[in-house]
Every structure is written in structure tokens, then in C-alpha cells.
């Protein structure tokens, strides 16, 4: 009975000694990275320092905006890719002393600087074995895997949102206008759709509502191939132009122009052209009936 008992009180230590083990072998390391010392969500303002080219200013208010060098929203996928940066795993940073070379790491006169909330992250060299970029943080050198340092060399444009229209703010009404090929032969005739209640309407002809629905829907969902920042815009005060009325009483007004391969939008207000593909022009002012 003794042996009974002794043999059964050693499985059931064995039994213990294994959960352990296996419990230690799940259990991931800690691992350090640069969020250490600003968290991800507690940033609210970027700013992008390169040598000879503009400052970019992006802030966070209800939704992240480009303040400098325009004032536009940003590109949301982009701030993610920007923050993505915080949360890099880091080895054993290397302190920076009084004889530290920064030269060494291509830190001594850093091309881009990246802050958030004023805490700066210089950019440097990349490591010749690993191809892992140097990073200097308060008073520490580190090594990361960098996937973001072509985006912060890109120009102001990248940062604008590729959408036409802010998805928070509804469409009241469209005023589209004639639009004629390069022969001056009629393309699509000019079309005012407004809401009414909960309906859509549109004259000089009412057309089917499940129509007017789906153009409003285009419009509402536009996605630029590309948005360009242009400050010297220069277009002839007589081309076509899409007036839209939004539910919170603003307006965007956009000039037409559009060739066999590309339709853009331009933004005279806003110093925004946003370009499409030209396929999607029947889409914008087409009811295909």
C-alpha cells in the first residue's frame, strides 16, 4: 500500500513538473521595441523633417489631417504604416556617449526625422549584414526592420486621403455638368440630383430612383488612382465643372478634365487634383440608361 502511494505521489509530481515546463515553453519573451516610450495611441501630432524638401505636419482630430504643407485629410492607411514604427521590436539599444561616433551610423546629419508628439526618431544608416536601419532615440542608437523610410522621402501628396469625399460627410445634392469628347460631340448632358425626403430626384428629367442611388453612390465612394497637391493650379475659367452640396452645408467644387486615358478632378480651393482612370467617367456621370 505504501509503494501505491509513493509511486502515485511521484506521477503526480511528474505530471506537475511537465505542465511547467510546458507552460515556460508557451510562454513568449518580452520583447522591448520603441513604443516603450510613447504608445502608439497616445499620439497625436506626426512631423516628417527632410533635408531640402517641406515639412509634413499631420494631426489627429476625430480622424488624422494633413495640416502642413495644405490642409487636407490624410491618408489613414499611411498614419497606420507610420505609427507601425513604435511598435518594431529592438534589440539591445546602443547608449550614446561623449565618444560615440554618430558619422559611424549615419546619424551625424540625419536625413529624415521622424516626431511624434515632439519625441524624434532620426533615421540613418542600414547595417551592411542585416540591412536593418539605425535608429536614434533619446540618447540610444537601435537596429529595426525598416519598412517605412520610402514613405517618409515621398512627397506631401502621399498623405492626402485618395478618397473624393470625407465618408462622414453625406451627399445633399450633385450638379453635373455637359461634358463634350475633343470633337465637341455630346458625351453625357448636364444632370442636377438632389435629395427630397428620402428620395432622390433629378431634373431637367426625374429619373428612377434605384439610378439616381447608384450614381450618388459613386460619387460618395470615389477612390483617386492618385492625388496630387498642385498650389500653381492653371485651368481655363471656362471648363465644366461638378458642384456637390453635402449634409453639413459645406461645398466641393470640382473642374473636369479628361482625355482618352485619365479623368481628373481638380480642387481649386483645397489645392487637390485628384486623378482617375478613365474608365471610370460613364460611372461618374452616366445614369447608363
Given at each position: 500500500m505504501k509503494s501505491t502511494y509513493l509511486t502515485n505521489l511521484l506521477l503526480l509530481v511528474v505530471a506537475i513538473l511537465l505542465v511547467w515546463l510546458m507552460t515556460e515553453s508557451n510562454t513568449s519573451p518580452s520583447v522591448s521595441t520603441l513604443s516603450d516610450s510613447i504608445r502608439t495611441s497616445q499620439v497625436n501630432e506626426i512631423e516628417i523633417h527632410r533635408q531640402e524638401q517641406q515639412t509634413i505636419q499631420l494631426q489627429l482630430d476625430q480622424q488624422w489631417q494633413l495640416i502642413e504643407p495644405i490642409q487636407a485629410r490624410a491618408n489613414q492607411t499611411r498614419i497606420k504604416l507610420l505609427l507601425s514604427l513604435l511598435d518594431q521590436p529592438v534589440q539591445s539599444p546602443i547608449p550614446i556617449t561623449e565618444n560615440?561616433?554618430?558619422?559611424?551610423?549615419?546619424?551625424?546629419?540625419?536625413?529624415?526625422?521622424?516626431?511624434?508628439?515632439?519625441?524624434?526618431?532620426?533615421?540613418g544608416d542600414t547595417e551592411m549584414l542585416t540591412g536593418q536601419r539605425y535608429i536614434q532615440h533619446n540618447q540610444q542608437i537601435y537596429l529595426i526592420h525598416d519598412d517605412i523610410s520610402p514613405l517618409l522621402s515621398a512627397s506631401a501628396s502621399s498623405f492626402v486621403d485618395n478618397r473624393l469625399l470625407d465618408p462622414v460627410s453625406h451627399i445633399q445634392s450633385i450638379e453635373l455638368p455637359a461634358l463634350q469628347d475633343e470633337q465637341n460631340q455630346p458625351l453625357f448632358a448636364a444632370l442636377s440630383i438632389y435629395q427630397q425626403g428620402n428620395n432622390w430626384r433629378s431634373s431637367p428629367d426625374n429619373h428612377a430612383q434605384?439610378?439616381?442611388?447608384?450614381?450618388?453612390?459613386?460619387?460618395?465612394?470615389?477612390?483617386?488612382?492618385?492625388?496630387?497637391?498642385?498650389?500653381?493650379?492653371?485651368?481655363?475659367?471656362?471648363?465644366?465643372?461638378?458642384?456637390?452640396?453635402l449634409a453639413d452645408n459645406t461645398q466641393r467644387k470640382f473642374v473636369v478634365t479628361f482625355n482618352n486615358d485619365s479623368l481628373t478632378l481638380t480642387d481649386r480651393q483645397q489645392q487637390l487634383q485628384y486623378q482617375f482612370p478613365a474608365q471610370i467617367i460613364e460611372a461618374l456621370f452616366s445614369l447608363n440608361d
Open positions: 560615440t561616433n554618430l558619422a559611424e551610423f549615419g546619424l551625424q546629419q540625419p536625413n529624415l526625422i521622424l516626431q511624434f508628439n515632439k519625441q524624434s526618431f532620426a533615421f434605384d439610378k439616381l442611388l447608384k450614381l450618388v453612390q459613386n460619387w460618395q465612394q470615389a477612390y483617386a488612382m492618385q492625388v496630387v497637391i498642385n498650389p500653381d493650379i492653371e485651368i481655363a475659367d471656362d471648363k465644366p465643372f461638378v458642384l456637390i452640396e
